[in-house]
Nanobody, 120 residues
Framework: QVQLVESGGGLVQPGGSLRLSCAAS????????MGWYRQAPGKQRELVAG???????NYADSVKGRFTISRDNAKNTVYLQMNSLKPEDTGVYYC??????????????WGQGTQVTVSS
C-alpha cells in the first residue's frame, strides 16, 4: 500500500502565499517524478509543476515566477511554495508521484487533494 498525504491548503487573500506539502509513505522502493496538479470548478485537471528525482523542474506558464516546487528525497516529500497568489489559482491541488513499489510495480499514485481558495 502507498499513500500520498497532502497538507497546507486554505483560504488566502490575493497576493498572499501558501506552502503545500505532500508526503508519500508505504511500500515504496523508489520515487521518480513528483508533481502538483490542480482542478478548478468546471475545468480539467492541469499540471502546475513537476520535479524529477534529479530535481529538474517544469512549470505551467501561468505560475512561472510565482510558484516553486521542491522535494526532500529522504522524506519522500514534495513541496509547492505558492507566492503572489491570484484568484485564478483557486482549485483543488493534487499531489502525484510516479514510483516503484517494493513489489516491483511501477505506477502513478495520487493524493486526496487539498483546497486552495484565493479570495478577498
Amino acid at each position: 500500500q502507498v499513500q500520498l498525504v497532502e497538507s497546507g491548503g486554505g483560504l488566502v487573500q490575493p497576493g498572499g502565499s501558501l506552502r503545500l506539502s505532500c508526503a508519500a509513505s508505504g511500500s515504496i522502493f523508489s520515487i521518480y517524478d513528483m508533481g502538483w496538479y490542480r482542478q478548478a470548478p468546471g475545468k480539467q485537471r492541469e499540471l502546475v509543476a513537476g520535479i524529477t528525482n534529479r530535481s529538474k523542474t517544469n512549470y505551467a506558464d501561468s505560475v512561472k515566477g510565482r510558484f516553486t516546487i521542491s522535494r526532500d528525497n529522504a522524506k519522500n516529500t514534495v513541496y509547492l511554495q505558492m507566492n503572489s497568489l491570484k484568484p485564478e489559482d483557486t482549485g483543488v491541488y493534487y499531489c502525484n508521484a510516479h514510483l516503484v513499489t517494493t513489489g516491483g510495480y511501477e505506477y502513478d499514485y495520487w493524493g486526496q487533494g487539498t483546497q486552495v481558495t484565493v479570495s478577498s
